[in-house]
């Protein structure tokens, strides 16, 4: 179901209440006049008028274009053979026939409309921002100006990570939106977005910051709004009630694949970063230190004596990477990062990726109970690849040990051999053979190595043994336990 948007109206106030006098009498004041309450609430609603005359011009309309190459009627290439047949039997304008209508003539490529997005000019002289997925695999780029004047734009570069593209037309004097101050953003102002929705050009939709820094797993935080934003909309400025442009409408929150209610921009702020090293050279170059990081619940938090939830937990640490150089290890909360701290993990990729390679950083990670600075040097971030871990060998397994204490947990337990120690990448730990009961419920299973109780690091089933004796009767029981190629927590309930 598709729900349209939603504008808090303000209802004028009628004063009828008694004002105390020294006898204790009541004065009753007559309620306004009608016509006086709808002036005030209409003074009170805002006026777009002048922002959509003052930042109107500064939004363009963006039309893509895809070339293909000619097919067949099966939709398959045609070769020059299949070409000649066919304009025998059918004629040269058959789909698929070269027009040139001859054998050994180069196969064509057919342009075809791709789709309609907006952009606003960033620069007097040609530069224009959008949406990566608005330019996306493109070959030629429309840009159409508020006053009906068509350019081909050249995509200057495109960030998929972010979603953002900088295109250039060959044009002066163009009208420059006026960037905002993401900081002074406020949940609950009315902004405003100007764009292409459906290829309905220039259209003005209007609400509210609904949210500010909302986390949706993307690169960025998003503004979110109840803006109306739909297909085509993508590219285009919000804009706040001084006519500055404050975000890029991106995405939509939807089970229709229409508007909802919900939007999300993209900060301002952040898209100039990306546009300046677009502009400077075509790409964006971003830091990375090699971990692969979750959330810290507030059970870990409190059960590792961390306090609140916070910070980035430490999942598993890539060979070779500049966090394992520094020694980051599974099971590390990294709560700082160049000493800013991280609330949320969403936050360190950011801070990470805003760091120039090379770049000497400080790490804050706190481990067993205690906090400590790790130096780090800042790698460039890469293409992601799939790294698979090699098959153990098989090898005699150790006999399960009768240990009692993890036997009250649900578990049945071993130490690791040399060759399981190899393959997996880890100097120590416990192998869980069994769980059941207590162990069970938390989450555990056969095949997860456990690698420390509490803040006890444990490398034996020995030491296994003697952290579940020490910790605290009554309190669920950490335990950072590596499953696959990653560390995780789990509290067990005694």
Same mark, same amino acid.
């Given at each position: 179901?598709? !729900?349209?948007?939603?504008?808090?109206?303000?209802?004028?106030?009628?004063?009828?209440?008694?004002?105390?006098?020294?006898?204790?009498?009541? #004065?009753?004041?007559?309620?306004?006049?009608?016509?006086?309450?709808?002036?005030?609430?209409?003074?009170?609603?805002?006026? &777009?008028?002048?922002?959509? $005359?003052?930042?109107?011009?500064?939004?363009?309309?963006?039309?893509?274009?895809?070339?293909?190459?000619?097919?067949?009627?099966?939709?398959?290439?045609?070769?020059?053979?299949?070409?000649?047949?066919?304009?025998?039997?059918?004629?040269?304008?058959?789909?698929?026939?070269?027009?040139?209508?001859?054998?050994?003539?180069?196969?064509?490529?057919?342009?075809?409309?791709?789709?309609?997005?907006?952009? !606003?000019?960033?620069?007097?002289?040609?530069?224009?921002?959008?949406?990566?997925?608005?330019?996306?695999?493109?070959?030629?780029?429309?840009?159409?100006?508020?006053?009906?004047?068509?350019?081909?734009?050249?995509?200057?570069?495109?960030?998929?990570?972010? $979603?953002?593209?900088?295109?250039?037309?060959?044009?002066?004097?163009?009208?420059?939106?006026?960037?905002?101050?993401?900081?002074?953003?406020?949940?609950?102002?009315?902004?405003?977005?100007?764009?292409?929705? &459906?290829?309905?050009?220039?259209?003005?939709?209007?609400?509210?910051?609904?949210?500010?820094?909302?986390?949706?797993?993307? +690169?960025?935080? !998003?503004?979110?709004?109840?803006?109306?934003?739909?297909?085509?909309?993508?590219?285009?400025?919000?804009?706040?009630?001084?006519?500055?442009?404050?975000?890029?409408?991106?995405?939509? +929150?939807?089970?229709?694949?229409?508007?909802?209610?919900?939007? &999300?921009?993209?900060?301002?702020?952040?898209?100039?970063?990306?546009?300046?090293?677009?502009?400077?050279?075509?790409?964006?170059?971003?830091?990375?230190?090699?971990?692969?990081?979750?959330?810290?619940?507030?059970?870990?938090?409190?059960? #590792?004596?961390?306090?609140?939830?916070?910070?980035?937990?430490?999942?598993?640490?890539?060979?070779?990477?500049?966090?394992?150089?520094?020694?980051?290890?599974?099971?590390?909360?990294?709560?700082? &990062?160049?000493?800013?701290?991280?609330?949320?993990?969403?936050?360190?990729?950011?801070?990470?990726?805003?760091?120039?390679?090379?770049?000497?950083?400080?790490?804050?990670?706190?481990?067993?109970?205690?906090?400590?600075?790790?130096?780090?040097?800042?790698?460039?971030?890469?293409?992601?690849?799939?790294?698979?871990?090699?098959?153990?060998?098989?090898?005699?397994?150790?006999?399960?040990?009768?240990?009692?204490?993890?036997?009250?947990?649900?578990?049945?337990?071993?130490?690791?051999?040399?060759?399981?120690?190899?393959?997996?990448?880890?100097?120590?730990?416990?192998?869980?053979?069994?769980?059941?009961?207590?162990?069970?419920?938390?989450?555990?299973?056969?095949?997860?190595?456990?690698?420390?109780?509490?803040?006890?690091?444990?490398?034996?089933?020995?030491? #296994?043994?003697?952290?579940?004796?020490?910790?605290?009767?009554?309190?669920?029981?950490?335990?950072? +336990?590596?499953?696959?190629?990653?560390?995780? +927590?789990?509290?067990?309930?005694?």
């Amino acid at each position: 179901m598709t !729900f349209a948007p939603h504008h808090n109206k303000l209802n004028s106030l009628v004063l009828a209440g008694a004002l105390a006098l020294g006898g204790g009498a009541a #004065l009753l004041v007559p309620a306004a006049p009608a016509h006086a309450q709808a002036a005030a609430a209409a003074r009170a609603l805002p006026d &777009f008028t002048d922002l959509v $005359d003052q930042v109107g011009p500064s939004v363009v309309n963006i039309r893509t274009v895809e070339k293909v190459a000619q097919r067949g009627p099966n939709g398959a290439p045609m070769d020059e053979e299949m070409q000649e047949l066919f304009r025998r039997f059918f004629g040269p304008n058959f789909p698929g026939v070269p027009r040139q209508g001859r054998p050994g003539a180069p196969q064509q490529e057919e342009p075809r409309p791709r789709g309609v997005g907006s952009g !606003f000019i960033l620069t007097a002289d040609g530069f224009v921002m959008t949406n990566a997925h608005v330019v996306e695999d493109a070959s030629e780029v429309i840009v159409t100006l508020a006053d009906k004047r068509e350019f081909k734009a050249r995509i200057v570069g495109s960030d998929q990570r972010t $979603d953002v593209a900088v295109v250039k037309i060959e044009a002066s004097g163009l009208p420059a939106v006026k960037v905002g101050d993401i900081s002074k953003l406020r949940v609950g102002e009315w902004v405003m977005a100007i764009g292409s929705p &459906f290829g309905l050009e220039n259209t003005v939709t209007a609400g509210i910051v609904s949210a500010k820094q909302r986390d949706t797993g993307s +690169y960025l935080p !998003f503004i979110q709004t109840d803006v109306a934003i739909n297909p085509g909309n993508s590219g285009g400025p919000l804009i706040n009630m001084r006519g500055e442009v404050v975000g890029i409408n991106s995405q939509i +929150y939807s089970r229709s694949g229409g508007f909802m209610g919900i939007s &999300f921009s993209i900060p301002i702020d952040e898209a100039i970063q990306v546009s300046e090293q677009l502009r400077a050279s075509g790409r964006v170059s971003r830091g990375r230190i090699g971990v692969q990081i979750a959330e810290v619940s507030r059970e870990v938090a409190e059960s #590792l004596g961390l306090g609140k939830a916070r910070g980035a937990l430490v999942r598993g640490v890539e060979d070779g990477s500049p966090g394992a150089k520094a020694g980051i290890e599974a099971g590390d909360i990294i709560t700082k &990062f160049n000493g800013t701290a991280i609330e949320r993990p969403s936050d360190l990729p950011r801070l990470v990726g805003a760091t120039k390679p090379g770049t000497k950083a400080s790490v804050t990670v706190f481990r067993r109970g205690s906090s400590r600075d790790l130096a780090v040097t800042v790698a460039e971030l890469e293409p992601e690849q799939t790294a698979r871990a090699a098959a153990p060998r098989e090898e005699p397994e150790p006999p399960v040990a009768a240990s009692a204490a993890a036997k009250s947990l649900g578990l049945a337990v071993n130490d690791l051999t040399a060759e399981q120690k190899k393959t997996l990448k880890l100097k120590g730990g416990v192998r869980v053979q069994a769980a059941s009961d207590a162990a069970q419920r938390a989450g555990l299973r056969e095949g997860d190595v456990i690698l420390a109780v509490g803040n006890a690091e444990v490398n034996n089933v020995k030491e #296994l043994d003697a952290a579940i004796a020490k910790a605290e009767k009554g309190k669920p029981l950490s335990v950072l +336990y590596h499953r696959g190629e990653w560390a995780q +927590y789990a509290l067990i309930r005694r």
